[in-house]
């Protein structure tokens, strides 16, 4: 019952031991005392919270922000000790904010148990009582045989047993665990495989003994004891006979394996990376602004406890005749008293510090993230993906970025290989319909002819069909399967029946390549391979594959020719083929690889080795003792491949296309425009990622390219670091691009960072190639780390990105073609590159704007609140009489105030979105963080301390001496003077958003005059009935007055007039004096504006009728808030359903090139609303 509970409470840690023992189908010894190890179940848990678990563990997390801990304790303060407001006044905002934000963490917890339920609950077969039987997937044990068909994805990680071919192998694709969307093969040991019925394998006795589960992918070390006959028999177990939980079946028709780590012990679980909390510089500001607000609430707390004790310091003020000490006040200790005191004037001014501050900005980024999804100009209609925000939290970062590092392979280009050209022996030959032409030279045979290829070219071919591990989907999925000859769809056959997976994209293409000029590879069975030579059948026997690694960087078969001789072929990098070529045209091939990755084609090489049979036999020993050492198989492994492929006779080459994707250049060329500098991140070889650099904008001709590349040592390294350096200072009009690879970026980082990241910041635009995953990561992390600390943005699209897009501060997936675990581990994903520019230079532009108004805003009407109260300490001897009634108190943060910015924080544009992304220059007046600087928080702050003293000392002048200003001659009292502060205040605060706001819908107008009616009308209510639940009702009545009084009406009016009119004049002429380029793009935006339907208008109503005095039009035209001079509109009959001006730029489309330009007739608006 107790490990049951800490299960539920997330504090039972698993069990450990050094390895474990797996009973295939469960058969436990029945003798001697066998203990079973405990394992997880197999259900996947990606929730945060449980049932259980959820109040503590959120409140906990909650308290842990200082502004919730810190009304915390006022409340607590509020309920011990005799403090002027009630605890309700702290307790209830404090309980609302801790709900909603509670509201909001469960019911995104409650999509993850969704989700997880899915998984869980999943339909799966497991061989159990000799029978399959279906069950769940969170069901599976540890030890289980389980049954996955074809496209399944596998449930467990199984240790394969047997499948439905003969050789008990079968091919995966691992695209959502590594990205990548080859086909591997995967095997069953010989004395399983044979067990292909649920009898044999209920018959089957076998211990599994392996490791304990590690999150390494590719490290799997185990053994399976098998018992025939009495006898044990041993094999070892690796990578290449475990199936991952996440990987799915292709080209097999079923699998049977045993369940060997399950649920969260599975890989693809342990490789789920605790992501960690990445903070906005908004909310690092926002912080920052609350401790220099605790600092002046402090302040006032201990200066108001000062001035209380030096004026009671004359005894008449210390105790009046009327309010007389009782016995156990004069016998106080005076620290104690001092320090009540103190603690009553905190409570009393706490509300300087915006707790909803908290949960607005929370409502706001949670309601504001939809706008992304929901914009259409992120929709990619081929694949049917539209954007995806997978946390709300960095919106307004995407209008902080500084430096974008981007994934060139999937990222940039399509990852869609196209065949271009090839060189065979020395010539170069491009595909024109299908044939092989040699440079220079036209496709001028007739059509249907039969090309001719002489030996060379014949050879060539054949080795790009024969040297591969593709596997062929077939749209009968039964043809392979079952009796007859394996190769006989070979006759009839189609293209259209059959489909290439390849262990890689240029795999393939070259494949289909060779399949288009006439030599077609159709299948393989076992140990054959079948090539149809212009419709000509042709069997290779398979005698050994040499698999590619990241060492060797080539792999190779060896085959049995149809004639009986035994030859090699080989592909690879030039730099792992041309050194151990001894004939062929080397020097031509060098020349024409070099050609080929200067113009963006990715290379490779291929070429063969004849084998006489006294060669072959010497072959075959040593690959055959290198596979079955049992100590050290990987090194002899490696030296009987060097043995092997040498004195090579080279072949040829092939370039091979990775198309752009659309408008990439367009994107980056904006993205500089915008000041955001862009570094490309790829794996690719120098050259051939230079020439893509060069086609897709990143480097300009005319750019001064710099390289550090191929340095051997620190020295090298530091001295050509200086030379560069040298070069930059003295070329001081030039741009610079440098070029860096991997192995002298891992030397640059190791001892001279600084030097390097002088380097790169004075260069233009950044590549470096060759480079590993964890290096991309750490090129992120030094720039992040630099004293200047910019903001950085990741985006690419396979596995081998997540690090460097986990380590960004913004990092963004492209739905691409190398699986999902980028887009799953990013805040962001998009299905193109090119939609990153309007994602940055409008979404992130009008996110950074929202929020950072927001904010200010916040702690502007939360001065203009409480100030007032301090005032008022000074006129009633610092008493810690309240200002306001504890009503007033709680609700101006939670209703009075609070919708408009709200709205404000999701509907406002500054400027149209297709200025902003006409004009990528707008994009710097808002970087740095400028919206926050220290110089607009003091602005903001101080017209808060401004508009208090007018509103205090204002209400205190206009009633001066003679309070009779009633009509009846009834005096006003205090709570009086209170109220009309405080009605004053709301309505100041409520219309100095208006003039802050440049975009308005019908939506601002409803919830800021919704708001003053509010007031006005729960004012009436609360004060003008007796309410039996209130125990005092000081307000009863006070509201009613206060209205009736002309007197109090004129205050009202002077005093708001008199606050908002100096910003109305300050924000006129700073727009004809000093304007910033974004005003000068709202008059810009203008022109556009007048081209829309009237409905969409500020100053234009549906009747034509204009909604604007000369005076208000010339107001607000110099506010930017009307830019339309339409004397005569008429509403489109198709009126805009918000109502106001365009809605949210999500629902807005973005005129291609080649639509027509916005205007009057296809907008359906009357021609007089075009100004000349």
């Not at 080929?596 to 004849?610: D, E, I, S, Y």
């Not at 205190?956 to 009834?970: C, K, R």
Request: charge should be neutral; aromatic fraction near 12%; charged fraction near 20%.
């Amino acid at each position: 019952m107790l490990r049951w509970i800490r299960q539920q409470l997330g504090f039972d840690p698993p069990h450990q031991s050094d390895t474990r023992t797996v009973y295939v189908a469960n058969r436990f010894p029945q003798h001697g005392h066998y203990i079973p190890q405990r394992f997880a179940d197999n259900r996947i848990i990606s929730s945060k919270y449980t049932i259980w678990n959820f109040v503590p563990k959120n409140l906990f997390e909650q308290f842990r922000r200082i502004a919730n801990f810190y009304f915390l304790i006022i409340f607590l303060v509020q309920l011990m000790i005799d403090t002027p407001t009630s605890p309700v006044t702290s307790g209830l905002p404090l309980f609302f904010v801790i709900t909603v934000t509670a509201i909001k963490q469960g019911y995104e917890d409650w999509l993850r148990h969704k989700a997880d339920n899915e998984v869980n609950g999943a339909p799966v077969f497991v061989v159990r009582s000799g029978s399959l039987v279906q069950t769940r997937s969170k069901n599976i044990r540890v030890g289980d045989i389980v049954r996955v068909a074809k496209d399944e994805t596998f449930p467990a990680d199984l240790v394969l047993l047997s499948s439905d071919r003969a050789d008990g192998t079968c091919h995966i694709t691992t695209a959502s665990l590594d990205g990548e969307t080859n086909l591997k093969t995967h095997y069953s040991v010989a004395e399983t495989s044979v067990c292909q019925s649920v009898s044999q394998l209920e018959a089957l006795q076998a211990v599994v003994e392996c490791q304990q589960p590690e999150s390494d992918l590719y490290r799997f070390v185990g053994r399976i004891t098998v018992t025939q006959h009495g006898e044990e028999i041993v094999r070892p177990l690796g990578p290449e006979n475990l199936l991952l939980r996440g990987a799915r079946l292709k080209n097999t028709k079923e699998i049977f394996g045993v369940a060997v780590y399950t649920g969260m012990e599975s890989k693809m679980a342990l490789n789920y990376k605790c992501k960690s909390q990445k903070r906005s510089a908004v909310e690092k500001s926002m912080n920052t602004f609350l401790i220099i607000y605790l600092g002046i609430l402090l302040f006032e707390a201990v200066l108001s406890t000062i001035l209380k004790y030096a004026w009671q310091a004359e005894e008449k003020w210390d105790e009046p005749f009327y309010n007389q000490k009782t016995e156990q006040e004069r016998n106080s200790s005076p620290i104690l008293k001092f320090i009540s005191d103190f603690l009553a004037f905190l409570v009393l001014y706490n509300f300087i510090i915006p707790i909803s501050l908290y949960v607005t900005v929370e409502m706001q980024k949670f309601l504001g993230s939809f706008f992304i999804g929901w914009d259409l100009d992120l929709y990619h209609e081929e694949s049917d993906q539209k954007a995806q925000v997978n946390t709300s939290d960095l919106n307004e970062e995407l209008g902080q970025v500084e430096y974008v590092f981007t994934d060139k392979t999937g990222t940039l280009t399509e990852n869609e290989m196209q065949f271009r050209e090839c060189s065979i022996n020395g010539t170069k030959y491009r595909e024109v319909n299908g044939k092989l032409v040699p440079e220079g030279m036209t496709d001028d045979s007739p059509d249907g002819s039969t090309p001719h290829l002489i030996g060379e070219e014949l050879l060539f071919l054949k080795a790009v069909s024969l040297c591969h591990t593709v596997q062929i989907s077939y749209d009968q999925p039964d043809c392979l399967v079952g009796g007859g000859d394996p190769f006989s769809h070979a006759n009839g056959f189609s293209s259209s029946h059959m489909e290439y997976y390849a262990s890689s994209p240029d795999e393939k293409a070259l494949v289909e390549a060779a399949k288009r000029i006439g030599v077609a590879f159709t299948g393989s069975s076992g140990e054959t391979m079948e090539i149809k030579t212009f419709g000509k059948s042709e069997r290779y026997k398979l005698l050994h594959v040499l698999e590619f690694d990241a060492d060797r960087r080539r792999m190779s078969v060896i085959l049995q020719t149809p004639s009986g001789g035994k030859v090699l072929f080989t592909k690879g990098a030039e730099s792992a083929i041309l050194p151990f070529t001894t004939s062929g045209e080397i020097e031509k091939t060098r020349l024409h690889v070099d050609e080929f990755a200067l113009k963006g084609l990715r290379t490779l090489v291929v070429a063969c080795r004849h084998f006489s049979p006294e060669e072959y036999i010497d072959v075959d020993r040593r690959l055959n003792a290198a596979r079955t050492a049992l100590q050290q198989r990987e090194e002899r492994l490696q030296e009987a491949f060097s043995y092997i492929e040498r004195d090579l006779q080279l072949l040829g080459a092939t370039g091979v296309e990775d198309k752009l994707q659309d408008k990439v250049q367009e994107t980056i060329e904006a993205l500089r425009l915008a000041g955001i500098k862009v570094w490309v991140l790829t794996g690719d070889k120098h050259e051939t990622a230079v020439s893509v650099s060069l086609s897709c904008g990143h480097f300009h001709r005319t750019m001064n390219i710099l390289e550090l590349l191929q340095q051997r040592s620190d020295n090298e390294c530091a001295e050509q670091l200086r030379r560069l350096a040298r070069r930059i200072k003295e070329d001081h009009v030039i741009q610079h691009g440098l070029v860096v690879d991997g192995a002298s970026l891992s030397l640059a980082l190791r001892e001279h960072e600084k030097l390097f990241m002088e380097v790169c910041k004075n260069c233009s635009a950044v590549l470096c190639c060759r480079m590993a995953p964890l290096q991309k990561a750490k090129v992120v992390r030094l720039l992040k780390t630099s004293p200047e600390k910019p903001i950085t943005l990741a985006i690419g699209d396979g596995a081998n990105d997540v690090s460097m897009i986990q380590e960004a501060h913004v990092g963004i997936g492209i739905m691409g073609k190398e699986g999902r675990q980028a887009v799953r581990n990013s805040d962001y994903a998009i299905a193109r590159f090119k939609f990153l520019a309007k994602l940055l230079l409008v979404h992130g532009h009008f996110y950074y704007i929202r929020i950072a108004t927001l904010v200010q805003y916040f702690f502007y009407k939360n001065v203009c609140f409480i100030t007032p109260q301090f005032l008022y300490q000074f006129f009633c001897l610092f008493s810690q009489q309240t200002l306001y009634d504890s009503v007033y108190l709680t609700l101006y943060n939670i209703c009075f105030t609070s919708l408009p910015i709200l709205v404000y924080s999701l509907f406002e544009q500054l400027v149209h979105p297709h200025v902003l992304q006409n004009k990528p220059g707008l994009y710097r007046d808002i970087s740095k963080n400028s919206l926050l600087s220290f110089r607009t928080f003091l602005y903001w702050t101080l017209l808060g301390f401004c508009h208090a003293f007018v509103f205090f000392f204002g209400s205190y002048i206009l009633m001066g001496e003679d309070t009779t200003l009633m009509g009846n001659g009834q005096m006003f009292g205090n709570w009086t003077f209170g109220t009309l502060v405080f009605t004053v205040m709301v309505i100041t605060v409520t219309l100095k958003l208006a003039l802050e706001t440049n975009f308005w819908t019908w939506m601002n107008h409803f919830v800021t005059w919704g708001s003053i009616a509010f007031y006005f009308i729960f004012s009436l209510f609360y004060g003008g009935i007796i309410w039996p639940f209130l125990h005092t009702q000081d307000m009863y009545f006070v509201f009613v007055q206060l209205l009736s009084s002309g007197s109090a009406w004129f205050a009202i009016i002077i005093i708001v007039i008199t606050c908002l009119f100096p910003d109305v004049v300050k924000k006129v002429f700073y727009r004809h004096l000093q304007p910033t380029s974004t005003q000068k793009s709202q008059s810009l935006s203008a022109s556009q504006a007048q081209a829309l339907s009237c409905v969409e208008s500020l100053c234009c109503y549906q009747h034509g009728q204009s909604g604007c005095s000369r005076l208000a039009r010339f107001l607000e035209q110099m506010t930017g808030q009307c830019q339309t001079s339409a004397n005569h509109c008429h509403a489109s009959s198709r009126s805009n359903r918000w109502g106001g001006r365009r809605r949210q730029e999500t629902m807005i489309m973005n005129p291609d090139e080649s639509s027509p330009p916005l205007g009057v007739k296809n907008l359906g608006c009357s021609p007089d609303c075009v100004s000349p």
